[in-house]
């Protein structure tokens, strides 16, 4: 039985409501998807009935075992869904290369960054309620961001010189990351270097409030709304996920998305009692060959018990799956639904002001996913209106309301292989056929 006929399956049993068309859907995933309980499950309806072609996506496997043949790689799980409908689940290569063991479709995954969609739909929940405007203040609900200051350049010292914002931060800046942070990682501005001093990086610190705290005593990089700049806005979101709810992010996460989607397998950090079935994380050493974060220096696991908005999440490509297709039939899944379809086109349409400069040719952002607004700006292929995002260890997720389709990647591998990231996509696009 497929995870779609066991979570409406839970449903019926559970005596949570169910609509007709939902119960007509559990009938028939019952007999359309079975698992062979391998590496491999099995394909729940031949590629072609989908409009893609099975010799094309052989270009697919043939790219990523090449991948690992070349020690590039030591895994990858592709999940592409078409129409509603698994035409192509498949796992390649290793989850763990010292004990040679087999990548299979139910690994476990840590996300990194993919959690931040996970965080911007719980956050819009509450919006759906009434709890707040997408132009409030920010500092409306955490107060410590009445008196920030921007940063202005440095003096002859080699101080910083502050100003005076010019408009208020506001609750959709930090959706789209325009709210003038930063995240410490990935620059080496003054501002950067002050995240650093201050100990704001996801393994010093220990909870939302505490990173809250910190933040709102550094300077923004930016005026509000004058640049996207990647940062740890979505923890901030999750942070007012538990102010407007009351509850702690992760129990509102798993009340409100996972467990009406059956998401089962979608954790925070690193439970012990799953950890058996995570891939093991890979980077290159000085000498270019595959390097394992071992349990001992696996910084994910500073996760577990501490959830953060920005990342922190794991999960399955089956799970990651529910989700997406809810967002990809407009904040709905069998028959439950999480947002409605308005949020959901606001939620992937180009939220960025028209005078901000995008992030990346051709892609332009959203409530917490990028939005492709022009393909061959991009230069790949793609759907104009396709949306998604990625993880620190080279993990994706597209999802293209054209094409109806859905394509995961999933694999340990940091940082993120950017040109591996697009050419899975290009392999996914040139596979349809109609």
């Known amino acids: ?34 698992t062979d309980g391998n590496a491999q499950q099995a394909r729940t309806t031949p590629p072609e ?98 008196d920030v200051k921007v940063f202005a350049g440095l003096d002859a010292e080699g101080r910083m010189i502050l100003e005076e914002p010019r408009r208020k931060i506001t609750i959709q800046d930090v959706f789209r990351h325009t709210a003038g942070f930063t995240y410490g990682y990935f620059a080496d501005t003054a501002v950067d270097r002050a995240y650093r001093t201050a100990g704001i990086e996801y393994g010093k610190l220990d909870s939302l409030q505490e990173l809250v705290d910190k933040l709102a005593t550094m300077p923004l990089l930016y005026q509000p709304g004058e640049r996207w700049v990647y940062s740890f806005s979505h923890d901030v979101l999750a942070y007012l996920v538990e102010y407007f709810s009351g509850m702690r992010f992760d129990d509102y996460c798993r009340k ?122 991009a230069g790949n292929l793609g759907s104009k209106g396709q949306f998604g995002w990625g993880g620190y260890a080279s993990t994706s997720v597209v999802i293209d309301p054209q094409e109806a389709l859905i394509a995961l990647l999933f694999t340990q591998y940091t940082p993120t292989d950017s040109r591996f990231v697009s050419q899975f996509q290009t392999l996914v696009f040139q596979a349809i056929t109609r």
């Open 256 to 377: 409100t998305v996972f467990e009406p989607l059956g998401m089962t397998d979608t954790v925070f950090g690193v439970p012990a009692t799953r950890a058996a079935r995570y891939a093991t994380s890979y980077s290159l050493d000085a000498a270019g060959a595959l390097r394992a974060d071992s349990a001992h220096n696996d910084t994910y696991a500073h996760f577990t018990g501490r959830p953060f908005g920005g990342s922190s999440l794991a999960s399955t490509a089956q799970d990651y799956l529910l989700f997406s297709q809810m967002l990809l039939n407009g904040g709905e899944l069998h028959g439950v639904q999480i947002l409605g379809p308005k949020t959901v086109a606001l939620m992937t349409s180009d939220n960025l002001p028209p005078t901000t400069a995008s992030w990346g040719d051709g892609i332009r952002y959203g409530l917490g996913v990028s939005v492709l607004a022009d393909p061959a700006q």
């Open 49 to 146: 009935q989908v409009g893609l072609s099975t010799e094309r996506l052989h270009r697919l496997d043939a790219f990523l075992d090449a991948q690992i043949a070349r020690k590039q790689k030591a895994g990858a799980l592709v999940l592409i869904a078409r129409h509603g409908k698994i035409a192509y689940l498949q796992a390649h290569g290793m989850a763990d290369l010292e004990s040679a063991r087999p990548l299979r479709a139910d690994a476990m995954f840590r996300l990194y960054s993919m959690t931040k969609p996970v965080t911007s739909v719980a956050l819009l929940t509450l919006y759906e309620q009434g709890k707040f405007q997408l132009t409030d203040p920010l500092e409306n609900y955490i107060p410590a961001f009445r």
């Open 1 to 34: 039985m497929s995870y779609s006929a066991w979570s409406l399956l839970r449903a019926v049993l559970s005596g949570r409501p169910t609509t007709l068309r939902a119960l007509f859907a559990l009938a028939v995933a019952a007999v359309g998807f079975a």
